[in-house]
């Protein structure tokens, strides 16, 4: 029996899939068995399957779709169960260069402490750039950091980077882990998002390390770019966020993570609500609802909204510009948030120049991190942050005034109720 058992995850991504599979095939080493799971596809993904790869995948189809770690584990079991030392989990839009599973087998044999080894991921449309080289985990601000993201490869960095988790696009498992221990197969209950990085942190819970390997590499889409139709990615990445903290942020720091958390659930919050994405701001208070009261696995469809992000505050910035001839921006270091700015004013209104001249400008616009941090209320400059937030009106520097209290009312609101949640998770 191959030591290894490789597990695609699939769901309408009929053309890349197959590529997927066709550089699995090509890699230099055979010392593998490939697992194809379906998540109940409305392409032709099964039909382009079973057609150009027959016999050399084992095809397993979901009658729904139970998301990325639901349909992972559909193979997972599979794998576990029939006893392979070493488990494979490839996205259904990644493609792993003819060394990598060598690579990253290799070096888990060597290396027994190690539990989770991911490939160095690179972005398909530029892979000259880094996607990931794994991911940490920061438990004092209640996030993480993509290790080296959009980074240009020149070859300078360390060919084996530590970690707190890899990204499950393309990553091995050692199968021994999974069976012996608290870890088990990927975590269910998150349908999709955050489930890699709570796998990867109960490997290190486990006493097992997670690294990426440079020498073994792996191109992966990571998604259109494109605005997505409705609030799908919000609902997940916040519910699931939050409730990671919640589950493993160690006992003596909850009261200061549950500022942090809910902190940012009320600065996104506040600020699409300045925005005017209504739809973003119902979909957050679903999530935390959620949250509160432990409700996990698939979201109720209601709770996944038409995504209104951008609309509103793009046309009130251009409805603003259309009587305006000359402008002028102070970039204040943020150079490329400037460019930006520059492409949209452009298109907003093609009559509008721009002028080396601040003092005869018809509009200063103020580059800034966060408008919600500005202190200059007078209106003679824009201040803009990279989202395009703006302030524009003497009833928006109203709203910039009250963010603090506000944010104030709200943890004072939601901190207890926050901390009797989590310790009741944590039970």
């Known amino acids: 029996m191959n030591p290894i058992g490789i597990v695609i995850c699939n769901y309408n991504k009929s053309r890349f899939v197959v590529e997927c599979i066709q550089s699995i095939l090509e890699s230099k ?4 068995d490939i697992y194809v799971v379906d998540n109940a596809s409305t392409d032709d993904s099964v039909e382009q399957i079973k057609t150009r790869y027959g016999n050399q995948v084992t095809l397993i189809e979901n009658t729904e779709n139970l998301g990325g770690s ?15 030392r070493y488990f494979m989990c490839l996205d259904d839009d990644a493609m792993v260069d003819e060394n990598a599973i060598h690579t990253l087998y290799t070096y888990m044999e060597e290396h027994p ?17 880094i996607q990931q080289c794994g991911l940490t985990i920061d438990f004092k601000h209640c996030t993480i950091q993509t290790l080296y993201a959009d980074t240009l490869e020149d070859g300078s960095l360390p060919d084996v980077i530590s970690c707190d988790a890899a990204a499950t696009c393309a990553l091995m498992v050692r199968g021994s882990v999974i069976r012996e221990t608290n870890v088990g197969i990927m975590p269910e209950d998150n349908f999709i998002y955050w489930d890699d990085i709570e796998w990867g942190y109960r490997m290190h819970l486990a006493g097992y390390r997670t690294v990426t390997l440079g020498s073994a590499k792996a191109l992966h889409q990571m998604g259109a770019t494109t605005k997505k139709s409705n609030t799908f990615i919000n609902y997940y990445m916040w519910r699931n966020r939050t409730n990671f903290f919640m589950r493993y942020t160690p006992e003596e720091n909850l009261d200061e993570m549950s500022i942090h958390a809910l902190g940012d659930i009320f600065d996104y919050m506040y600020e699409s609500m300045f925005r005017e994405e209504h739809n973003n701001v119902q979909t957050i208070a679903y999530a935390l609802q959620d949250v509160l009261q432990g409700v996990r696995g698939k979201a109720a469809e209601y709770k996944l909204l038409p995504n209104d992000a ?3 505050v793009d046309e009130r910035l251009t409805a ?4 305006k001839n000359t402008f002028f921006i102070v970039e204040d270091g943020y150079s490329e948030e400037a460019g930006f700015l520059r492409n949209f004013l452009q298109k907003a209104n093609p009559a509008l120049t721009e002028t080396d001249q601040k003092n005869q400008a018809d509009v200063i616009f103020h580059m800034c991190e966060n408008v919600f941090r500005v202190q200059d209320f007078s209106l003679k400059e824009i201040y803009i942050d990279e989202n395009r937030t703006c302030i524009l009106s003497e009833e928006d520097v109203l709203t910039v005034k009250n963010y603090e209290y506000c944010k104030s009312l709200f943890l004072y609101m939601n901190q207890g109720v926050f901390l009797a949640a989590a310790n009741n998770l944590r039970k």
């Open 310 to 312: 951008d609309d509103a």
């Open 320 to 323: 603003y510009v259309q009587d």
């Open 70 to 84: 639901g349909g992972f584990n559909s193979g997972l079991r599979i794998v576990r169960d029939k006893g392979y």
């Open 29 to 32: 080493e055979q010392n593998f």
């Open 113 to 129: 402490d190690v539990g989770m080894a991911g490939c160095r991921v690179y972005h398909t449309q530029m892979p000259e750039y």
